[in-house]
């Protein structure tokens, strides 16, 4: 080969290096480009939109459009945008192409790029082709837009190349480097459309939930009212046997514990949207807590239970909502009762402490898992015994003690080992 053969090789050889190096900077360029775009706090359709008309330029075609893959359906393609070398166009938008009926149904089916020089020569769309569909040069480039976890959300278009021309494998690989870009910023939309919609639909499904719960408690006080009045009444009747009468406080203190259970959920709802006032009163604590332990000896007996008041001092007054703090030290009491073994003992106290009254409830049952100290004022909550989750009420007595104790300004928890018993204490300011 003579030496002008040689160098025109040369020559050649770096022109083409040449002309590929500007293409992939001006590909560089239209990625950054298109970068600060999907970046900015414009609206993800003008994000799109914008996108769409910097791939056209680049790769000089007449025609582009972005398909997405319909969610709810999964067997359909959407053209969300679709724009001309002149400007949008409207009139693609909303169209839809079944999965497995046209050229980008084939991208998201083959889960790779497809470049058609000329459509009516391809054997893969020779139905398409001869649908009437006019594609002008009839070239086309279309490449997947990948998803989060391989999963194919939609597909990036353009045709008919400017000047008669044809797509190359350098617009192949210009056009994924757009998609790319594009994909995460439509995955990022999806799904904070998606859990927007879910946080709705959780909102919407707790409202219903609230008010169903609303209704059912309003529905089961009067009866439990009127239950409760005729069973007063009984209280009064002369000569009744000693058995009668433990019949009878045993309904009645089942009745106040119903009661206490449907007005925890009256009231837990209420403190959770601000709406609980409390009824403060001056009121000797030793003497509430003495006559609630007397009332529900009864119902500790039937587990074979003892039940005791220990009051360090019997003339402490506070100010407090009297019946709310009743109801706080039943739920407890009513709580060392559920978890004590026969033959074991409740201990009540109260008594000064600083500013503050400290009242405590022990008992001597299973004992708590220190894992789950904090868990057993949650609504609902629930132990794990032997691997097995456990539900021995409605969960919510705790839940109502913790409330109506911060409501107070106070402060409520437990000191407990397993197989050692438990003890709850709250504070409150006197």
Known sequence: MEKSEILESRIRELEESTREISRRLKAAEAASETTKILSSEISLDTKIQQSIFIILEHVDADKGSLMLVDTKKGDELVVVEAATKDGLNPNLVGKRQKIGDGIASWVVQNRRPVLVEDITKDPRFKKRAESGKSYGSNSLLSVPLMGDQGRIIGVLNVSDKRGAGVFTEGDIGSLILFADKIAPVIVYSQLHEELKRKNNELIELQKIKEDLTSMIVHDLKG???????????????????????????????????????????LDISKMEEGRMKLNSEKFNIGELIQTKVDKMKV?????????????TDNDITITADKEIIERIIANLINNAISYSFPGKEIEVKAGKEGEFLKV???????????????????????????????????????????????????????????????????????
């Open 299 to 311: 119902l500790a007996a039937q587990k074979e239970v003892k039940l005791k008041a220990s009051l």
């Open 223 to 265: 009866p439990l009212g009127e239950i409760m009045s005729n069973l007063d009444l009984l209280t009064y009747i002369q000569n009744l046997s000693t058995e009668d009468k433990e019949v009878l406080d045993t309904a009645i203190q089942g009745c106040e514990n119903l009661l206490g259970m449907v007005m925890n959920l």
């Open 360 to 430: 405590s409830v022990k008992d001597e049952g299973k004992g708590i898992p220190k894992d789950f100290h904090d868990k057993i004022f949650e609504k609902f909550s629930q132990r794990i015994e032997d691997g097995i989750r456990r539900r021995s009420s409605t969960g919510l007595g705790l839940t109502f003690c913790k409330m109506a104790v911060e409501a107070h300004g106070g402060k409520i928890w437990v000191e407990s080992e397993e197989g050692k018993g438990s003890i709850f204490f709250f504070t409150i300011p006197i």
